[in-house]
């Protein structure tokens, strides 16, 4: 079903290039029949100025949206390690009020599952994935939880806040998930390289040859776009590259529990 709607769409853009190319042609071939306009050879005549501010805007539009995608999906990773670690936190305060014998056991699971997150799953999620024993580890402390049975009217609300918490730490965790495997829209980074190269080669497809100065421009010009399509590459995923979500909040969750237990 999802390859043969890949294949349409697919063929829809085959179509909407060619439909493109055969519209200049016909209007080509109009204006040539009905006698009208002025023959343009030259590298900076109307027809190459057009065509050349035309496809830079091209590029920008494509370049823009390969760095706002990336940007705007590690903001929001950003804000989910830190809901995650705070739903850690007040598990870890909750747990406080829970029978006496069980709390040592749940917080401790909190400590170990955030330092495993810190620890053993960042580095894994650079690219793109997750570590399949932390889904274990939340499973494993929630049916800890839901074993204590009986205790104090507050123990039980203890128990059921503590397994809310739980809850809200699972449901970030798959946001995290999804956010570590989230990339750009399919294309946009081979459509952001083809607009680029055309871009650096309009100039000579327009006619023109330049020579000694007037080519360190043109350089100048090829490596920046080289590094700004390097750079779109290097933020595809929110935890790699210049954009990093790092674990700072998980780190911060684990101090917070240093503090608690000192104090209670």
Avoid at 69 to 82: F, G, L, S
Avoid at 83 to 99: F, H, N
Avoid at 190 to 217: D, H, K, N, S, W
């Amino acid at each position: 079903m999802f390859y043969v709607l890949g294949e349409i769409f697919m063929l829809a853009y085959v179509f909407s290039v060619l439909a493109a190319v055969g519209v200049v042609a016909i209007a080509a071939l109009s204006f040539r029949l009905a006698g009208k306009g002025s023959d343009d050879h030259a590298a900076d005549g109307p027809s190459a100025g057009h065509a050349g501010a035309m496809l830079s805007a091209l590029f920008l539009l494509v370049f823009a949206i390969a760095i706002i995608v990336p940007w705007t999906t590690a903001d929001a990773a950003r804000q989910n390690t830190h809901a995650e670690s705070r739903a850690a936190i007040d598990a870890y305060w909750a747990a406080a009020d829970l029978p006496a014998d069980a709390v040592a056991p749940v917080r401790t699971g909190l400590r170990d599952y955030v330092t495993f997150v810190v620890k053993d799953e960042w580095p894994v999620m650079g690219h793109g994935e997750m570590h399949a024993a932390g889904s274990a580890r939340l499973d494993e402390l929630r049916a800890r939880v839901v074993e204590l049975d009986g205790g104090t009217e507050d123990q039980q609300e203890a128990r059921g806040a503590v397994l809310d918490r739980i809850g809200a730490i699972s449901a970030a965790r798959a946001q995290r998930a999804s956010d570590a495997a989230a990339t750009p829209p399919e294309g946009l980074l081979l459509l952001t390289i083809l607009t680029g190269l055309v871009v650096v080669v309009f100039p000579f497809l327009a006619g023109a040859r330049p020579r000694g100065a007037a080519l360190l421009p043109l350089a100048a010009m090829a490596a920046m776009l080289g590094f700004g399509i390097y750079l779109t590459w290097d933020i595809s995923y929110a935890f790699a590259g210049p954009l990093a979500v790092g674990p700072e909040a998980f780190s911060g969750a684990l101090q917070e529990f240093a503090r608690i237990a000192g104090g209670v």
